[in-house]
């Protein structure tokens, strides 16, 4: 069974970091490209980052690039998300999710890419 | 940057009944589409991808159509657990992006 575990969401003030981790299981993590996706309180999904399963391609959302770093260490079957310089606006439940597809490094290749399975999610609050 | 525009915002249904969601894309995405159902307090979860293919163990009252810009998912006879929101999702091709629609509500009437 897959299983996807997020933690390290909490209380933080604005410009403060936090580290997101995503404990993965029920699959062979090293062969799959895995994301981030959030959702702020009473509102809809938003992507945040996507990495390739080997973290050669690695892309982000306008609204996060140059602040947060996506990482991996297929060794541990985790997927990590480093927020820097956190804002209000960037309070909400962040979710890990497996990619169904292949994350590409050219335009000339984009085969199709969704999320198939989906963590239960981490709470960050951005907040003085 | 493709918008997904879903329709409508609510729909009010009643068990049994069947279930009409739209989605409209600001330009063709071919049939590079999702749909996503999201209960109170819980994760999404993958229903239909490339536009009519269910996910693993999706239940066959599910169906999802379309192609370009015009996209439909459709719950043939609504069932108790149905009661959800459902988000559309595609993904832009270069610079890769991955957006949702604002979801739809389906609630008891």
């Known amino acids: 069974e897959v299983q996807l575990v997020e933690s390290g969401g909490g209380l933080v003030k604005p410009g403060g970091s936090l580290r997101l981790s995503c404990a993965a299981s029920g699959f062979t993590f090293s062969s799959y490209s895995m994301n981030w996706v959030r959702q702020a309180p009473g509102k809809g999904l938003e992507w945040v980052s996507s990495i390739s399963s080997s973290s050669s391609y690695i892309y982000y959302a306008d609204s996060v690039k140059g602040r947060f770093t996506i990482s991996r260490d297929n060794a541990k079957n985790s997927l990590y998300l480093q927020m820097n310089s956190l804002r209000a606006e960037d309070t909400a439940v962040y979710y890990c999710?497996?990619?169904?597809?292949?994350?590409?490094?050219?335009?000339?290749?984009?085969?199709?890419?969704?999320?198939?399975?989906w963590g239960q999610g981490t709470l960050v609050t951005v907040s003085s | 940057e493709i918008v997904l525009t879903q329709s409508p915002a609510t729909l009010s249904l009643s068990p049994g009944e069947r279930a009409t969601l739209s989605c409209r894309a600001s330009q063709s995405v071919s049939s590079y589409l999702a749909w996503y159902q999201q209960k109170p307090g819980q994760a999404p979860r993958l229903l239909i991808y490339?536009?009519?293919n269910r996910a693993t163990g999706i239940p066959a009252r599910f169906s999802g159509s379309g192609s370009g810009t015009d996209f439909t998912l459709t719950i043939s006879s609504l069932e108790p657990e149905d009661f959800a929101v459902y988000y559309c999702?595609?993904?832009?091709?270069?610079?890769?992006?991955?957006?949702f629609g604002q979801g739809t509500k389906v609630e008891i009437k």
């Open positions: 490339d536009a009519s």
């Open positions: 999710a497996r990619a169904r597809g292949i994350l590409t490094g050219s335009p000339k290749k984009t085969p199709p890419y969704y999320f198939d399975y």
């Open positions: 999702q595609q993904r832009s091709n270069w610079p890769p992006k991955w957006t």
